[in-house]
């Protein structure tokens, strides 16, 4: 018991220290954790690490899901719902169906069915990978809403071409009507339950008497009770968490006290950061355990291999998204369409912001080693190492030069007529007009015997006079003040915490006070930084 938990220890450590490298190396930190995994799996005296896929599917994916789920803007997802839905299910079924004709006419051994299994595996991109790469470019905002519209989607789609896949290995008969059917029913009734037990959570939080940490833990706890009660009735359990977690986001500030909200904000956070950077290193770990299983397979053959699916992977997204720029531009003929002029850029920067990543080395992993019959499970070592070659050709290949294709494109952003720091600025405006209209309508009588009414009304005055000038030196000289002036206080509750008359817990709830400040100020101020 005590050995895994140093083992996993060390590897928190070893992702600290590799994340802090790729920030300033400003590359996106999956690409640098799994090489850095890749390369520690080959030092010696480095224990070998197997993934569990049940640790990735029960442990791993609801929580990621649920974290993306709760900040992905619904309005931006239904705004480009068409596309987010051709990428998310008829891009991933196209992919499936073009890496199932190619590997099984060059592979060899290799069945229809064994294809498209295949192609379900390897057929979803992966969002943190992309996002990551997003952190250090500027993108146009419908690019990054697709992104990230399309991430909730393909796991559940390409998840359930995977299912059908592996019965129609098992069994030796594909019938479609049947899938088609049973298709549309797991999306369907995945979405009813993670809807349904979001109701029930909100219905807890709402008119229960929770506490901000009993807030917490209930909002760690639904994405694992809406994923395993929809797996449990062989449903969508990917789909139920995003429903799920949408749905509750989109209510979060009706049912959660903003101190729930303030703390469950960094809780989220931080456990997906951890999450996401075990997964990815352990993905680079995972080589070793791959190459023995290949068995009779020789790694240049299976390298081949690799190559040749990246290749078409990559191919056929361009193309499928290149496509949907097109038919956009056909169909706004006939209907109402978000943009009818997508041009080839956005569709260049999508279809190339592919890369693979942990869902598609889970699926793989989740291969049964053997059939019902009790036979071996034909090709199964071929295709893990397939998919990892895929999953580490499009993350380094594709990931490292994505910053480099976005530039090149120099996409307009055509959504938002002023930039945030502006959009942000009008609003601060709006919020100051608000509230000094009230001050001196229902409350100016008291707002005249009262300093602090007083107070408040002055800092709002100053907001309205001073919000929309980025290079006002009275507002750079304000702000360097009160930052000093915050930085003071602290040495100050520190002196003070050194008495034994003054309780810590005082002191440290007017630190986290001064914290509260300081990023209110920064994140008003300092958006560049």
């Known amino acids: 018991m005590l050995e895994p938990f140093i083992q996993y220890l060390f590897l928190i450590i070893a992702i600290l220290l590799l994340v802090m490298l790729a920030q300033k190396l400003k590359i996106a930190y999956p690409i640098v954790l799994v090489l850095g995994g890749l390369l520690?799996?080959?030092?010696?005296?480095?224990?070998?690490?197997?993934?569990?896929?049940?640790?990735?599917?029960?442990?791993?994916?609801?929580?990621?899901?649920?974290?993306?789920?709760?900040?992905?803007?619904?309005?931006?997802?239904?705004?480009?719902?068409?596309?987010?839905?051709?990428?998310?299910?008829?891009?991933v079924i196209v992919t499936s169906f073009v890496?199932?004709?190619?590997?099984?006419?060059?592979?060899?051994?290799?069945?229809?069915?064994?294809?498209?299994?295949?192609?379900?595996?390897?057929?979803?991109?992966?969002?943190?990978?992309?996002?990551?790469?997003?952190?250090?470019?500027?993108?146009?905002?419908?690019?990054?809403?697709?992104?990230?519209?399309?991430?909730?989607?393909?796991?559940?789609?390409?998840?359930?071409?995977?299912?059908?896949?592996?019965?129609?290995?098992?069994?030796?008969?594909?019938?479609?009507?049947?899938?088609?059917?049973?298709?549309?029913?797991?999306?369907?009734?995945?979405?009813?339950?993670?809807?349904?037990?979001?109701?029930?959570?909100?219905?807890?939080?709402?008119?229960?008497?929770?506490?901000?940490?009993?807030?917490?833990?209930?909002?760690?706890?639904?994405?694992?009770?809406?994923?395993?009660?929809?797996?449990?009735?062989?449903?969508?359990?990917?789909?139920?968490?995003?429903?799920?977690?949408?749905?509750?986001?989109?209510?979060?500030?009706?049912?959660?006290?903003?101190?729930?909200?303030l703390r469950g904000s960094n809780v989220w956070s931080t456990l997906g950061f951890v999450l996401n950077g075990l997964v990815f290193m352990l993905i680079g770990l995972e080589l070793p355990v791959i190459i023995q299983e290949l068995g009779s397979i020789s790694v240049a053959s299976a390298i081949g291999y690799g190559v040749l699916i990246s290749v078409v992977l990559i191919v056929t997204r361009l193309l499928c998204t290149l496509f949907a720029s097109y038919f956009t531009v056909f169909i706004s003929r006939y209907i109402t369409t978000a943009d009818n002029q997508p041009g080839w850029r956005g569709p260049l920067i999508l279809g190339w912001a592919g890369m693979r990543g942990v869902v598609s080395l889970a699926a793989a992993l989740s291969i049964p080693l053997y059939l019902t019959n009790g036979e071996m499970f034909p090709q199964r070592n071929l295709i893990l190492f397939i998919t990892f070659t895929v999953i580490l050709i499009t993350l380094v290949l594709q990931g490292l030069t994505l910053p480099l294709i976005i530039r090149w494109v120099n996409m307009e952003d055509r959504d938002n007529a002023l930039p945030l720091e502006q959009q942000e600025s009008i609003l601060r405006k709006k919020l100051a007009v608000q509230i000094l209209q009230t001050l001196d309508g229902a409350h100016s009588e008291k707002v005249k015997?009262?300093?602090?009414?007083?107070?408040?009304?002055?800092?709002?005055?100053?907001?309205?006079?001073?919000?929309?000038?980025?290079?006002?030196?009275?507002?750079?000289?304000?702000?360097?003040?009160y930052l000093q002036l915050l930085e003071q206080q602290r040495d100050l509750l520190d002196r003070i915490n050194k008495d034994d008359t003054t309780d810590e817990a005082v002191v440290r709830r007017h630190q986290n006070l001064l914290d509260l400040e300081e990023e209110k100020i920064r994140s008003y101020y300092d958006r560049t930084e």
């Open 40 to 91: 520690l799996s080959i030092l010696p005296g480095i224990p070998v690490m197997s993934i569990d896929p049940e640790l990735i599917f029960v442990i791993f994916l609801p929580p990621l899901l649920y974290e993306a789920a709760w900040n992905t803007s619904w309005k931006e997802l239904w705004r480009w719902r068409r596309v987010i839905s051709s990428f998310a299910f008829l891009i």
């Open 99 to 261: 890496v199932a004709l190619v590997s099984s006419a060059v592979i060899p051994g290799f069945t229809l069915a064994l294809g498209f299994l295949l192609g379900g595996i390897v057929s979803p991109p992966d969002a943190v990978s992309a996002t990551s790469v997003l952190k250090y470019v500027t993108v146009p905002r419908r690019v990054s809403s697709i992104i990230e519209g399309e991430s909730l989607l393909n796991d559940a789609s390409s998840l359930i071409v995977f299912r059908f896949a592996l019965i129609a290995v098992d069994t030796g008969r594909f019938i479609f009507h049947e899938a088609a059917v049973s298709f549309v029913l797991v999306i369907a009734m995945g979405i009813a339950v993670g809807l349904v037990i979001a109701l029930i959570y909100y219905a807890i939080h709402k008119w229960l008497p929770t506490t901000v940490n009993i807030d917490i833990v209930l909002t760690l706890t639904a994405p694992y009770v809406m994923y395993v009660t929809a797996e449990a009735f062989h449903f969508s359990g990917v789909l139920a968490v995003v429903s799920g977690g949408l749905f509750l986001s989109m209510r979060s500030h009706s049912f959660l006290s903003y101190r729930s909200r």
């Open 449 to 481: 015997v009262n300093s602090r009414l007083q107070h408040l009304k002055d800092r709002f005055e100053r907001d309205t006079k001073h919000v929309e000038g980025t290079d006002d030196p009275e507002q750079d000289e304000y702000r360097q003040i």
